[in-house]
C-alpha cells in the first residue's frame, strides 16, 4: 500500500470504514450456515471448511495491510497508526487466526455444532476488532470538528476586534470614505464567515438536506426548536443566522455612514457586535459540547483498558503465588513456568505503556499520566524478577501494589465518567459560557486523591526500606538496594511536580 493510498483512506468518512469490516461479517453467513449443515447432513463440511479458509486467508491480507497502513502512516498520524496497531495486536493476544484456524480443522473433521460454537465467539472477536478501528476514525473525525470551531474562533475574535477598531474610528470623526471602506470590507469578511459556517454546518448535520434550511431568526423569541436543538449542527447553524445578522448591521452602518449619519452608524454597529459576541458564544458551547463528549469517550476507553488490565493482572498474581508454594516443582519447570508469567507481565506493561500514551495524548491529566507510569515501572520491575524465576514475597508485593494502583485507578475514572453524566445540564444562570476547551479529563479533587494513594505506597516503600536497613549497614551498599532507592526518591520528586502543576492549573 503506497502513501498516496494511506492518505485516501484516511480521508474517508467513519461511515466507510465500516465497509472494511465486511469480511469480518462473512462469519454470520459461516456460523448459520454450519448449523444449518449440522441438522441436514455432514456431507457439507468440505465447501463449508474451504470457505473458511479462504476467510482466514483474507483475514491474514487484510491485517498485513492495515500493519503496513500503520508503517506507514506512523511519521504523519501516530495517533491512526496506533489505533490499528492496538487492533491487531489485541486480536493477536486473543488468537483470532488461530480460532479461524480451528474452525477448519473442525469443519473438515465435521464437527459442525462445535464449528459454530467458535463462529459464534469469532464473530463477537471481530465485532471488538471493528469497533476499535470505528472509534479511531470517530476519534479523528471529532478532533478535526473541534479544529474548525478553534478557527471559526480565532477568525471571530479578529472580526469583532475589528469592528470595534471601525467603531472607535466612527465615534473620532475618521474620514467618511476611507471609514465606509473599512466598514464593507468587514462586512464581506462576515459574509465569507457566515459562508464557511453554513458549509461546516451541514458537515457535522447527521442528516443533511438538499434543500437549505431557514436560518434561525436572531431576534424575538426563538422558536421551539431553537430552545430544544443544542447539538453541535443547530448551533452551528445559529452561529451561522448570527454572523449573518451582523453583517447586515455592518452594511447598514456603511450606509449611514456614507450618508454622514454617524449615531445611526453607532448604534448598527454596536448591534454588529453584539451579534458577533452571540455568535461567539455559541461557538464556544460547541467546543465545550465536544470536549464533553471526547472526555466521556476517553474515560470509558480508558476505564474498559484498565479492567482488562486488572484481570490479566490478576492472572498473573495467581500464577505466581501458585509457582511460589509449589516447592515440589522440579527447577526445570519452575523456570518455564516463570518464564511464562514473566511474558504474561511483559504483556501487562506493554499495555500500560499503550494506555499512558492515550492519556498523554489527551494532556489535560497530571496524577492520572503519573500514576500509570509508576504502575508500568513497577510491571516492568516484576516482569524482570518473575522472568529470572524470582517469586518471593518482595515480588509479590510489587505484584500486589500494581493491582492496587490499577483499581484505584479505575475507580476514580468510574467515578469522573458518573460525575460527568450526572453534570451534563450546566444549570441555570445567565452570562457568558465557562472558557471552551477547559474540562480537564478528571476534576482537581480526583487528581489530587490519586496524588495521596502514590504518596501513600511511596511511604509504604520507605518504610519497608527503613527495616531492611536495620539489619546493617551492609545491605544498603547492595547495588539492588541502592537503584530501589534511587528509584523511590525519583517517584517522591515526581509527586512534587505533579502537586505544583496541579496547583498552578498545568498539565501535560
Request: charged residues 35%.
Amino acid at each position: 500500500m503506497s502513501r498516496r493510498q494511506a492518505s485516501c483512506l484516511l480521508r474517508l468518512p467513519p461511515t466507510h470504514l465500516r465497509r472494511v469490516g465486511w469480511v469480518f461479517m462473512l462469519l454470520l453467513a459461516g456460523k448459520g450456515e454450519a448449523e444449518d449443515a449440522a441438522v441436514v447432513a455432514p456431507t457439507a463440511s468440505p465447501p463449508l471448511a474451504a470457505r473458511e479458509a479462504e476467510l482466514l486467508r483474507r483475514y491474514e491480507e487484510l491485517e498485513r495491510s492495515f500493519l503496513r497502513l500503520a508503517d506507514l502512516l506512523a511519521a504523519t498520524d501516530p495517533r491512526r497508526a496506533a489505533v490499528l496497531r492496538d487492533a491487531f495486536g489485541q486480536a493477536r493476544e486473543a488468537a483470532v487466526g488461530d480460532r479461524l484456524g480451528t474452525i477448519v480443522s473442525l469443519l473438515e473433521q465435521g464437527r459442525l455444532l462445535e464449528a459454530g460454537a467458535s463462529q459464534a465467539d469469532a464473530i463477537e472477536q471481530f465485532r471488538g476488532l471493528l469497533a476499535i478501528l470505528e472509534e479511531g476514525g470517530s476519534d479523528r473525525n471529532l478532533a478535526d470538528t473541534k479544529q474548525d470551531v478553534r478557527e471559526f474562533l480565532g477568525r471571530i475574535g479578529k472580526l469583532i476586534a475589528r469592528q470595534r477598531d471601525i467603531e472607535g474610528s466612527t465615534e473620532a470623526g475618521a474620514d467618511e470614505p476611507r471609514l465606509a471602506a473599512r466598514q464593507r470590507e468587514a462586512a464581506d469578511e462576515a459574509s465569507r464567515l457566515a459562508d464557511d459556517l453554513e458549509a461546516f454546518a451541514k458537515r457535522i448535520d447527521d442528516q443533511p438536506s438538499e434543500q437549505p434550511s431557514e436560518p434561525t431568526q436572531p431576534d424575538g423569541e426563538g422558536s421551539a426548536s431553537e430552545a430544544t436543538d443544542d447539538d453541535e449542527a443547530s448551533r452551528a447553524q445559529r452561529t451561522q443566522a448570527r454572523i449573518t445578522a451582523a453583517e447586515q448591521r455592518m452594511r447598514e452602518a456603511r450606509e449611514a455612514i456614507e450618508n454622514a449619519r454617524r449615531r445611526d452608524a453607532r448604534a448598527e454597529q454596536e448591534e454588529a457586535i453584539a451579534e458577533l459576541e452571540t455568535a461567539r458564544a455559541e461557538l464556544e458551547e460547541i467546543l465545550r459540547q465536544l470536549r464533553e463528549e471526547e472526555v466521556e469517550r476517553l474515560l470509558v476507553q480508558l476505564e474498559t483498558r484498565i479492567r482488562t488490565l486488572i484481570r490479566m493482572e490478576r492472572s498473573v498474581q495467581a500464577a505466581a503465588e501458585t509457582l511460589a508454594t509449589a516447592e515440589a516443582m522440579a527447577t526445570r519447570e519452575r523456570q518455564i513456568e516463570a518464564a511464562r508469567i514473566g511474558r504474561e507481565q511483559e504483556a501487562v506493561t506493554t499495555e500500560l505503556g499503550k494506555t499512558l500514551a492515550v492519556v498523554r495524548d489527551d494532556g489535560s491529566a497530571v496524577a492520572i499520566p503519573e500514576a500509570l507510569s509508576q504502575i508500568r515501572d513497577d510491571s516492568l520491575q516484576a516482569a524482570t524478577r518473575i522472568g529470572g524465576g524470582d517469586v518471593g514475597e518482595t515480588t509479590r508485593a510489587i505484584v500486589g501494589d500494581i493491582l492496587v494502583g490499577l483499581e484505584e485507578l479505575v475507580t476514580a475514572l468510574e467515578k469522573s465518567r458518573k460525575s460527568e453524566q450526572a453534570t451534563e445540564d450546566p444549570g441555570p444562570g445567565g452570562g457568558r459560557p465557562p472558557e471552551p476547551g477547559e474540562q480537564p479529563l478528571v476534576d482537581k479533587l480526583a487528581e489530587l486523591k490519586m496524588l495521596r494513594s502514590l504518596q501513600v505506597r511511596v511511604n509504604a516503600r520507605t518504610a519497608g526500606f527503613a527495616r531492611l536497613l536495620d539489619g546493617g549497614a551492609e545491605a544498603a551498599a547492595e547495588p539492588a538496594l541502592v537503584d530501589a532507592l534511587r528509584r523511590l526518591a525519583e517517584r517522591q520528586q515526581a509527586i512534587e511536580r505533579a502537586a505544583r502543576d496541579i496547583v498552578a492549573g498545568r498539565t501535560e
